[in-house]
């Protein structure tokens, strides 16, 4: 089992969950009665996208919503992420939005 500590950017509030072997953050979440944003849980929306702080954690499958360059700055997908050590991710809409700026700004 590992620790995740979930951080929300904007909002003062962190929650930490225990990660089952092979259990994806999400599941972890849910479990723990902690709401995180997410849409098709198979890494195709991006909807639940965060951030790793610290930690490792791997992808049960290749994150279609994230291209290469969201890997190397260091962005997860939780609905398909499982973590290979205690982690730290910065969770909530906002991490999402970094990724899908608004043209309108």
């Known amino acids: 089992m590992t620790r995740v500590r979930l951080v929300w950017r904007d909002a003062d509030r962190v929650a930490t969950v225990d990660v089952l072997a092979g259990q994806t953050v999400l599941d972890a979440a849910e479990s723990a009665d902690v709401a995180l944003p997410f849409g098709c849980r198979t890494g195709a929306c991006g909807t639940c996208t965060a951030r790793l702080l ?24 939780p609905c398909i992420a499982v973590p290979e050590t205690d982690a730290r991710l910065e969770v909530g809409a906002a991490v999402q939005a970094d990724l899908v700026p608004n043209p309108w700004k």
């Open 54 to 77: 610290d930690g490792e954690v791997s992808h049960r499958r290749p994150p279609r919503a994230l291209k290469e360059r969201h890997l190397d700055d260091g962005y997860v997908l």
